[in-house]
């Protein structure tokens, strides 16, 4: 993210950032003004200070490496071993100097929340805070500051734990959703592929088998193909605003239409078709009509460029099965039965789109050529739809 605002469990991504993380988690330092204030006025001799001054660097350096490396993969045994460091560091300081340096054992303990999981917290906060206990009666007026130390160590260790399972909870929701937004993106590519490679395969079939016509009719019928020319600019006309709508995701052909792109495309190639008057699709949900529209588009293709057939079967009509009523949609054809040397591109991109919508494929070879039938989830009303010819 740009700016100088670093979202919960995100690290900082520029120099800013850095600053405002390290001012957010240093302000909570202000509570080792007593052991400062005690370098400053306790009377130590030169020497102690010096050495004071350095314990205290060392152990803010190290206490605020562990938070800031918190949540970036580091083993427990080396979390566990910083916080040996720490706890050793307060110890020493504490006895050595005077009972203002108990201080650090709450650091201790909320660095034990901040940096490791509750399985582990829950014993290392009271652990921190026994060992201060400890010390505070093994240092001249330590029983003093106790009470007033003991409940911040805990509070603040437990209430770490808390923050350090908000900040992995909102890592996962920020993994989750960069996870789906990924999804949906190959979702829409999945479907632009499917699309154009459903549009443009029909529409270029239909193009050449009529740019064939045209060419073998011009040098005797030249009127008739100038008709075949037409509809070669016609078909290219609307397999261009095809694209245009599959691109813009408004692309949802209708069965009545592509049945009758259907019997253009096979009387163009020189097949008979046999197909139904337009279906009643009476409370037919949209979904579902759209991939059947496809399933026919697709079946069509193959029957125009593979199948070498010469007559095409289509039949529509409402089936009762156990799951429920369904639309069905056969394509049948006499040719080789090769639609393409085994299922490619169309038949998958098929098959799942009509997963989306309930409906099933069936694709197989018959002993008289190929047959494939499309079923998606329909209303019951009654009787068959017709298969007329």
Same mark, same amino acid.
């Given at each position: 993210?740009s700016?100088t ?7 900082p991504?520029n ?5 405002v993380?390290?001012l957010w ?5 202000v509570?080792?003004s ?10 130590h001799s030169?020497g102690?200070?010096?050495?004071g ?22 083993r427990?045994s ?6 040996g460091v720490?706890?050793a ?7 050595t ?10 650091y ?5 929340g901040?940096a490791l999981?509750?399985?582990?917290a ?5 652990g ?13 007026g330590?029983k003093a500051?106790l009470a007033?130390? %003991?409940i ?6 437990f209430?770490?734990?808390?923050v350090?399972e908000?900040?992995r ?5 920020r993994?989750?959703r960069a996870?789906?937004a990924?999804?949906a993106a190959?979702?829409?590519?999945l479907?632009?592929?499917?699309? %154009? ?5 029909h ?30 600019e016609?078909?290219s006309?609307?397999a261009l ?5 599959a691109?813009s ?5 209708r069965l009545a239409a592509e ?7 096979l009387?163009?190639?020189?097949v ?5 008057a ?10 579902s009509?759209?991939a %059947?529209?496809?399933?026919?588009r ?8 593979h199948s070498?057939a010469?007559r ?8 009762q099965?156990?799951?429920?009523p ?15 040397n085994?299922?490619?591109?169309? %038949? ?5 789109r009509?997963?989306k919508?309930g ?6 070879g ?5 047959r494939?039938?499309?079923?998606v989830p329909?209303a ?6 017709g298969?007329?010819?």
């Amino acid at each position: 993210m740009s700016g100088t605002g670093v979202g919960i469990g995100q690290r900082p991504q520029n120099r800013k950032q850095r600053v405002v993380k390290l001012l957010w988690t240093g302000i909570w330092l202000v509570y080792l003004s007593a052991p400062a204030n005690d370098l400053l006025h306790g009377g130590h001799s030169p020497g102690v200070r010096v050495l004071g001054w350095i314990g205290l660097a060392a152990f803010v350096t190290w206490y605020m490496l562990l938070l800031f490396r918190t949540g970036r993969g580091e083993r427990n045994s080396v979390v566990l071993a910083s916080l040996g460091v720490l706890a050793a560091q307060s110890t020493v300081l504490a006895l050595t100097l005077g009972r203002e340096w108990l201080v650090l054992f709450v650091y201790v303990s909320i660095a034990s929340g901040a940096a490791l999981p509750l399985r582990m917290a829950r014993w290392t906060i009271p652990g921190a805070s026994a060992l201060m206990t400890v010390i505070a009666f093994a240092t001249p007026g330590g029983k003093a500051f106790l009470a007033g130390l %003991l409940i911040p160590a805990l509070l603040g260790g437990f209430a770490m734990t808390g923050v350090r399972e908000l900040i992995r909870t909102t890592i996962a929701l920020r993994e989750a959703r960069a996870t789906v937004a990924q999804l949906a993106a190959n979702e829409e590519r999945l479907r632009l592929a499917r699309d %154009l490679h459903d549009l443009l395969g029909h529409s270029l079939s239909l193009i050449t088998i009529k740019s064939e016509l045209a060419g073998r009719m011009l040098p005797g019928h030249p009127d008739k193909a100038a008709r075949q020319v037409a509809d070669i600019e016609q078909v290219s006309r609307q397999a261009l605003v095809d694209v245009r709508e599959a691109v813009s995701g408004y692309r949802r052909p209708r069965l009545a239409a592509e049945l009758a792109g259907a019997r253009v495309a096979l009387t163009a190639a020189g097949v008979t078709a046999e197909l139904p008057a337009e279906p009643d699709l009476t409370d037919v949900a949209e979904d579902s009509e759209t991939a %059947l529209a496809w399933a026919l588009r697709e079946a069509v293709t193959n029957v125009v460029r593979h199948s070498g057939a010469q007559r095409c079967t289509v039949e529509v009509a409402r089936r009762q099965t156990l799951d429920g009523p369904v639309l069905e949609l056969s394509v049948e054809d006499d040719g080789s039965g090769d639609q393409g040397n085994g299922p490619g591109h169309g %038949l998958t991109g098929l098959s799942e789109r009509l997963e989306k919508a309930g409906g099933t494929l069936e694709a197989a070879g018959t002993r008289q050529g190929f047959r494939l039938i499309a079923r998606v989830p329909a209303a019951a009303i009654s009787a068959d739809v017709g298969s007329g010819s």
